[in-house]
Every structure is written in C-alpha cells, then in structure tokens.
C-alpha cells in the first residue's frame, strides 16, 4: 500500500523543517510524529527503519573497522528478535554489553565510526522494546537529549554520516551539508521504505536486509 496522505504530508513538513533549520537538522519531535503515523504494525515498521538507518551509515564503520563487524551482528541480533527466534531478555542482556563496548570505542580515538555502532545498538533496543515516545504528547520543536544514551538510531547515524552531533556544527567539528543530505534520505527513502515493506507483508515474517541501503 502506498505511503498514506497523512504521512507524506507530514514527511514534507519535516523536510521544510530540516532545510530551514540553520545546521539542518531533524528535530526529534518529528521523528516521534513519523514514529506515531507508523499505526498499524508499528513497532515493526519503527523496527525496520531503526535497521535500514544502520544500514546506511555502516560503510562509515567497515572503513574505520574493517575487520570489526560487530554492528552486523547486532542488526542480525535484532532480526532474530523479530523473527523470535531469541529472546528479549537474552537480547536485552547483549545490547546492554554491546553500548558499553561502543561507548569505549569512543573514547579510544576511532573519530565518529563509533556512533554506527551506538546506533546499531540503539535499533536493537527499538525491536526489543519499540522507540520511546508519547503518542498523546509529540512536540514536534523536541530536540535530542545532549546525554545521549537513549537517543534513537536516526540520531547516532546522522552523527556519523555528519561527522558529529548537530551541536557540534556550530564550531565547525560537524558538516551541516552532510546532515541535510543524510535527513533528505531519510526521510524520502527510508520512512516510505520501511511503511511500504511492511505494510506488503501482512504475515509479518519481513526479511529485513530488503531495506538494505544502496
């Protein structure tokens, strides 16, 4: 089924927000209303974005780390956990191990590779207990959290495709370019992709590397 009139509105809304944002970025709070119009099937489709956003920005880890594929392995985690052929709490146990395995990568010098691995933990977190937000309360003008555990995949990858957070475009550590061309794909590809593969799938049993990026 196509992308209903609703969320194509919505998405053209968030587009104008990010051009007109000076360091062009997404606010969260549109993510959340994106997250919101998902409906029916829900949190599979927040899933299967969470896992295609990784997918996009993962070249920028295999160049830093080529020989590393943990961020593979914690997408096909997620995929297991969909599929239910692990559990949650065994999940839940891993990405827990896994954030403070990326959380030190990031003190060691590896530049901002290892936001694609935050993020790949973060879509593992969205298929074991869906994105975090209140339906009844979405602001679009919400911004990300500065600490940033809890952020969702969108923002790590955006960091990484960026080369850091919108916070840091200011004193010129971050490409605003990078981060309006990454929120363009997003929201133009990614978004459809994700309510249109499941949205064909009524079964459910998606095989999600179909929204692996090009």
Known sequence: MA???????????????VYHHPQHDLYLGYRQAIWAAFGDNGHLKRTVLALSTVRHVLPIWNQKFPH??????????????????????FAEKEAERLWREMQQLGYEGSGMAFTVG???????????D????????????LTDSLDTEGNDAAFFAACAY????VWESISGK??????????????????????????KNENQNIDVSLLEAS
């Open 162 to 165: 960026a080369n850091g957070a």
């Open 3 to 17: 992308v209903p009139s609703q969320l194509q509105k919505l998405i053209q809304e968030a587009l104008e927000s």
């Open 68 to 89: 590393d594929d943990r961020p593979q392995q914690v997408l096909t985690l997620a995929e297991e956990v969909i599929s239910g052929d692990v559990s949650k709490a």
């Open 118 to 128: 935050c993020a790949a933990v973060a879509s593992l977190y969205t298929a074991i």
């Open 174 to 199: 971050s490409d605003s370019a990078k981060r309006l061309e990454f929120w363009s794909w997003w929201l133009n590809t990614a978004v459809k992709s994700a309510w249109e593969i499941v949205d």
């Open 130 to 141: 869906d994105e975090i937000f209140d339906l009844d309360e979405i602001n679009l003008s």
